[in-house]
């Protein structure tokens, strides 16, 4: 595990870690690590409230791990599933984040929770955006994000539409336009946490595969540049706790 990203706490003048990076050796081990992670914190909020939040990305990177997750032994009736950004297709739909969600996690121990899917027929995605932001009133324990090669991460883009008033907004989810993005491939309309969003969530993992993302990774936290690297606004919290970054190669 290496420790990484050192502002100075002003009360202690001690050095605050942004986020830690967890570098494993291969696929499995980095499977497990992230799911007993999620598991834990999710244990650990249903001893203290009635109910537990996750939100999840989708990708390609973290199906293994929601994979893994859903054979955790948790009281999964008290735990509620939303989603970190959802591209703007039905969940029915097998290129939707939805789709991953419940092929993934949704099944064995995990089949119980209750999912809370950002789509559905016949509701347009002012209605979409409203929703989201009804469910993030209760604050999630746990999240888990991903990071394109172009360092977006939810379906924060960089040099997508709107960028500005996207960061800046003071609420949770918005609808994102990111016509012209690269990254955003064929969906470029989406709903995404937002910064301030993300800054409410304790518990945040960022998973990443492969040489090409750590580099990205790197590259974003040298530069230090929101703008360029939206994956940055993971590593901020209301609550003062690192990004678990888990790696491997
Ligand atoms: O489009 C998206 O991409 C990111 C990164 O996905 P990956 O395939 O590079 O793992 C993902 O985190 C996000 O949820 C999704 O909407």
Not at 85 to 108: I, K, T, Y
Request: proline letters at 7%; one cysteine or more; glycine letters at 6%.
């Amino acid at each position: 595990m290496v420790d990484a990203g050192s502002p100075a706490s002003a009360r202690t003048n001690m050095p605050v870690a942004r986020h830690v990076l967890h570098v494993h050796p291969n696929r499995e081990v980095w499977t497990w690590a992230a799911a007993v992670s999620i598991a834990a914190d999710l244990r650990r909020d249903l001893t203290l409230q009635p109910r537990a939040r996750l939100l999840l990305s989708g990708g390609t990177t973290p199906g293994p791990v929601y994979h893994a997750l859903s054979q955790a032994p948790l009281d999964w009736e008290r735990v509620d599933v939303g989603l970190v950004d959802e591209r703007w297709l039905l969940p029915d739909d097998p290129e939707s984040n939805a789709w991953l969600v419940r092929h993934e996690l949704l099944q064995d121990h995990a089949a119980p929770a209750h999912f809370e899917p950002m789509t559905q027929a016949g509701r347009n995605i002012e209605g979409a955006v409203a929703t989201a932001n009804a469910h993030a009133r209760r604050e999630a324990t746990v999240a888990v994000f991903g990071m394109g090669d172009d360092g977006h991460t939810a379906s924060l883009f960089p040099a997508m539409n709107d960028f500005e008033r996207v960061m800046k907004s003071q609420r949770d989810y918005v609808a994102i336009d990111a016509s012209g993005c690269p990254g955003a491939r064929e969906w470029p309309r989406r709903i995404s946490l937002t910064p301030h969003g993300i800054a409410r969530i304790p518990h945040r993992l960022l998973l990443l595969h492969g040489e090409r993302k750590r580099a990205v990774f790197e590259q974003a936290l040298v530069s230090g540049d929101l703008e360029r690297w939206p994956v940055l606004t993971t590593l901020d919290s209301d609550h003062g706790t690192p990004l678990h970054v888990h790696w491997y190669e």
